[in-house]
Each structure stands twice: as structure tokens, then as C-alpha cells.
């Protein structure tokens, strides 16, 4: 009778190439973990070089902003300051030309009396011959704004004309910028348009109330008045 082997039937065989078994797939499952974690080493690797590659390309483009904010700032900071450079030399060539044309106006004879240069003629004219002469100066005859500016215009003890007329509309008095006349400072019994008085002169030193009309064709000094501010 013909025997059968089976290797099962060897229970030494069994045991030895079970331990066999056994071993080889202890060392493929040491190497497998080399492997992973050799793997898992280089992935590691990997993603800290992208990590540090994205810091870098963060970092430069931090730098790159900045370095743009700070050239903008500083084209900024030379505009602004080419500004305030040509605004100083604005000011300061106004400042002279003021300066001159104070000069010039104090050589010529004005007087400064809050906020406005004087002029009183040293010659006599009509009303509107001493209009046009303050005009052709940059100024016009006298408005009296104020209490003040009346007892100033009084102070130089001359007939003066001044910058008010009915010329248009009798006894509707209106100053040379065409404002209507609101407080007066007539004399007593003026204006009494005496023969077609229609101009305004200061006619008396001592009392407040001077004023008195008079014929325009009249010749007397008179005062221009030119505003340096409001
Ligand atoms: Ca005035
Ligand atoms: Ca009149
Ligand atoms: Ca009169």
C-alpha cells in the first residue's frame, strides 16, 4: 500500500517551517517599517520644505510690500515737502512784496487806521475828480463804517469829500460801493440840498455830527480810503 506524505503528517517539518514562516515575515515587517517610516521621513522633509519655501516666498513678499510702502512714503513725504518749500517761498515773496507796497504807500503819504490806508489830497478837486484820483490810486473815497473812522476822518481838521451821494436819487444817499446809508452823521440842518447838493463832505472838526452837502462841482480835498482786510 503506498503511503502518503503530507507535510502536515511531520509535525517537527510543521514547527520548523512555521518558525521559518514566522521569521522571514518578522524581517519583512522590520523593513516595511524602515521603509514607512523612511517614507513618512521624506514626506516630513518634503512638507517642511514647502513650508519653509512658503515662509520664504511670504517673507519676500512682506519685504517687497514694505519696501514699496516705504518708497511711496518717502515720493510722498518729498512731494509734501517740495509743497511746503514752494508755499514758504510764496509767503515769504508775498510777505516782501506786502512790505514794499506798505513802504511805498507810507512814502506816498497813506495813514493805516485799522484795517485801511488814508490818503488826504493836498490839492482841491470836485467830488468826482477826487473819486477818480482815489480810484486811479487802487482805492475810492471814504465809507464811514464806524463811530471810530468818523472821528479819524475828522482829525485832519480839512474839508474832506467823502464817498457818499444822492446823485442818482435824491435823498437816497448811498456810499461809492453802492451800500445804502444807514448810520449818518449829519450836521444840523443838513443835508438841505441847497441849489442841488447831492455830494457829502466832512464840514466841521469839533462836533461828531460834520457832515454837510455840497454842490459836486465844489472844489475841496478829499480822502480815499483803500481796505487791507475785511
Ligand atoms: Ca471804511
Ligand atoms: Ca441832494
Ligand atoms: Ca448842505
Same mark, same amino acid.
Request: proline share 2%.
Given at each position: 500500500?503506498?503511503?502518503?506524505?503530507?507535510?502536515?503528517?511531520?509535525?517537527?517539518?510543521?514547527?520548523?517551517?512555521?518558525?521559518?514562516?514566522?521569521?522571514?515575515?518578522?524581517?519583512?515587517?522590520?523593513?516595511?517599517?524602515?521603509?514607512?517610516?523612511?517614507?513618512?521621513?521624506?514626506?516630513?522633509?518634503?512638507?517642511?520644505?514647502?513650508?519653509?519655501?512658503?515662509?520664504?516666498?511670504?517673507?519676500?513678499?512682506?519685504?517687497?510690500? *514694505?519696501? /514699496?510702502? $516705504?518708497?511711496?512714503?518717502?515720493? +510722498?513725504? &518729498?512731494?509734501?515737502?517740495? %509743497?511746503?518749500?514752494?508755499?514758504? #517761498?510764496?509767503?515769504?515773496?508775498?510777505?516782501?512784496?506786502?512790505?514794499?507796497?506798505?513802504?511805498?504807500?507810507?512814502?506816498?503819504?497813506?495813514?493805516?487806521?485799522?484795517?485801511?490806508?488814508?490818503?488826504?489830497?493836498?490839492?482841491?478837486?470836485?467830488?468826482?475828480?477826487?473819486?477818480?484820483?482815489?480810484?486811479?490810486?487802487?482805492?475810492?473815497?471814504?465809507?464811514?463804517?464806524?463811530?471810530?473812522?468818523?472821528?479819524?476822518?475828522?482829525?485832519?481838521?480839512?474839508? *474832506?469829500? /467823502?464817498? $457818499?451821494?444822492?446823485?442818482?436819487? +435824491?435823498? &437816497?444817499?448811498?456810499?461809492? %460801493?453802492?451800500?445804502?446809508?444807514? #448810520?449818518?452823521?449829519?450836521?444840523?440842518?443838513?443835508?438841505?440840498?441847497?441849489?442841488?447838493?447831492?455830494?457829502?463832505?466832512?464840514?466841521?472838526?469839533?462836533?461828531?455830527?460834520?457832515?454837510?452837502?455840497?454842490?459836486?462841482?465844489?472844489?475841496?480835498?478829499?480822502?480815499?480810503?483803500?481796505?487791507?482786510?475785511?
Amino acid at each position: 500500500m503506498e503511503m502518503v506524505y503530507h507535510e502536515e503528517d511531520n509535525p517537527y517539518e510543521n514547527t520548523h517551517y512555521a518558525s521559518v514562516r514566522s521569521g522571514e515575515s518578522k524581517i519583512c515587517s522590520d523593513e516595511d517599517r524602515k521603509v514607512a517610516a523612511a517614507e513618512l521621513g521624506i514626506k516630513r522633509y518634503r512638507l517642511a520644505a514647502v513650508i519653509l519655501g512658503l515662509l520664504c516666498m511670504l517673507q519676500a513678499a512682506l519685504i517687497i510690500f *514694505l519696501l /514699496i510702502s $516705504l518708497f511711496s512714503e518717502r515720493d +510722498e513725504f &518729498k512731494r509734501t515737502n517740495l %509743497d511746503v518749500e514752494a508755499g514758504f #517761498k510764496t509767503l515769504t515773496e508775498e510777505r516782501d512784496d506786502l512790505k514794499r507796497k506798505l513802504n511805498n504807500l507810507a512814502q506816498e503819504g497813506w495813514e493805516y487806521f485799522r484795517g485801511s490806508f488814508y490818503y488826504i489830497s493836498s490839492t482841491r478837486k470836485t467830488w468826482q475828480q477826487s473819486r477818480d484820483d482815489c480810484l486811479q490810486k487802487g482805492a475810492d473815497l471814504v465809507i464811514i463804517n464806524s463811530k471810530e473812522e468818523q472821528d479819524f476822518t475828522r482829525k485832519f481838521e480839512k474839508r *474832506l469829500w /467823502i464817498g $457818499l451821494t444822492d446823485s442818482k436819487t +435824491e435823498l &437816497k444817499w448811498k456810499w461809492v %460801493d453802492g451800500t445804502p446809508l444807514t #448810520k449818518s452823521y449829519w450836521d444840523s440842518g443838513e443835508p438841505n440840498d441847497i441849489n442841488g447838493e447831492d455830494c457829502v463832505e466832512i464840514r466841521f472838526f469839533d462836533p461828531e455830527k460834520s457832515w454837510n452837502d455840497n454842490n459836486c462841482l465844489t472844489e475841496l480835498n478829499w480822502i480815499c480810503e483803500m481796505k487791507v482786510r475785511p
